[in-house]
């Protein structure tokens, strides 16, 4: 079992910033990956960014250039900074990790969310 909290979300203005923080707690010894994914009032979820075991992360191309995803692995924590803040960019953020073994995920852990608002 893993367990995931996620924090630092809030009401930003356009072009402000904001760093996430997703802390992990559990048995997180076979976990390969952790993604920051959204869901804005009527949309379908996206991924935002994901981080990986080999330090490799992926961004989806409307964040690419204003996230970064990071871990501090003393802290069993995952960040996104966040800058240059859009409208479009308000969603709730939420945390997954998951376990892969080649291209099949065999389970993931999803944590409540954090509500992240740009004024415009």
């Known amino acids: 079992q893993v367990q995931l909290v996620e924090s630092g979300g809030g009401l930003v203005q356009a072009g402000g910033s904001r760093r996430l923080s997703c802390a992990a707690s559990g048995n997180t010894f076979n976990i390969n990956s952790v993604g920051w994914y959204r869901q804005a009032p009527g949309k379908q979820r996206e991924m935002v960014a994901t981080i990986h075991n080999s330090g490799s992360t992926n961004y989806a191309d409307s964040v690419k250039g204003r996230f970064t995803i990071s871990r501090e692995n003393a802290k069993n924590t995952v960040y996104l900074q966040m800058n240059s803040l859009k409208p479009e960019d308000t969603a709730v953020y939420y945390c997954?990790?998951?376990?892969?073994?080649?291209?099949?995920?065999?389970?993931?852990?999803w944590g409540q969310g954090t509500q992240v608002t740009v004024s415009s």
């Open positions: 997954n990790a998951w376990r892969s073994v080649g291209i099949q995920r065999l389970y993931d852990y």
